[in-house]
């Protein structure tokens, strides 16, 4: 079963605009990363947040973690024709076993 | 140029067949993964290996098999007992130490003729 959920499925916004993802996730972790994928790529790493972190920064990205919530949330700001793709969240608990969820189509109009 | 080679980028697996996809990293990692991609969704954990000789299934192994003999490489088969194997394969790695991001190849798209 997949540990992540995101929402929305599908996001479509202007050149510009700010893209907010959200991700909820079922038990424990030591911490949640953010991955995206172009069309029929292989997957690429955006930022890693530890479960004792609670906001993140790298570049225009901005990734929060709530605990209590079991919740993650990506925000992109002033989004570029660029970032179209699939973002997905991925969380590891016990070990090395890492699980991913559905993702969210992120599609930006130039 | 370091990175993780999957091969092939497209394969085609008749009924009743196995076919072995290949998944090589020369990043030094310990830790591998296969993940399994239908379209429009997410990653599907299929097995891992933390270490070199030893492994373990993730969610979906069934119809699968793995192996680790060398660090460098870990093949996944898709058996004949996988009845609906169509989709896009990911080989994965990560250094095993620790808190880290992994580092994915390009992925095989394999169909059935």
């Known amino acids: 079963s997949q540990q992540g959920e995101e929402d929305p499925q599908a996001l479509s916004i202007q050149e510009g605009e700010n893209a907010t993802m959200n991700c909820s996730y079922k038990t424990s972790i030591n911490n949640l990363q953010w991955y995206r994928q172009n069309s029929g790529r292989g997957l690429v790493h955006l930022i890693l947040?530890?479960?004792?972190?609670r906001e993140k920064h790298s570049g225009r990205l901005r990734v929060t973690l709530d605990t209590s919530k079991k919740s993650s949330s990506l925000l992109i700001t002033a989004s570029r024709a660029a970032d179209t793709a699939s973002y997905f969240c991925?969380?590891?608990?016990?070990?090395?076993?890492?699980?991913f969820g559905a993702g969210t189509r992120l599609f930006v109009k130039a | 140029d370091g990175g993780i080679t999957q091969s092939p980028k497209y394969l085609f697996r008749k009924e009743g067949q196995n076919v072995t996809l290949s998944c090589e990293q020369n990043?030094?990692?310990?830790?591998m993964y296969w993940y399994r991609q239908d379209p429009g969704q997410g990653l599907r954990l299929i097995y891992y290996s933390q270490i070199v000789n030893d492994f373990q299934k993730g969610d979906i192994a069934e119809g699968y098999s793995v192996s680790r003999e060398k660090k460098e490489s870990f093949p996944l088969t898709v058996t004949s007992a996988q009845k609906n194997p169509t989709a896009f394969y990911l080989c994965a790695s990560r250094p095993g130490t620790g808190d880290e991001k992994l580092f994915f190849g390009s992925g095989t798209q394999l169909s059935v003729l």
């Open positions: 991925a969380t590891d608990a016990r070990g090395f076993k890492t699980i």
């Open positions: 990043l030094n990692h310990d830790a």
């Open positions: 947040i530890r479960s004792n972190e």
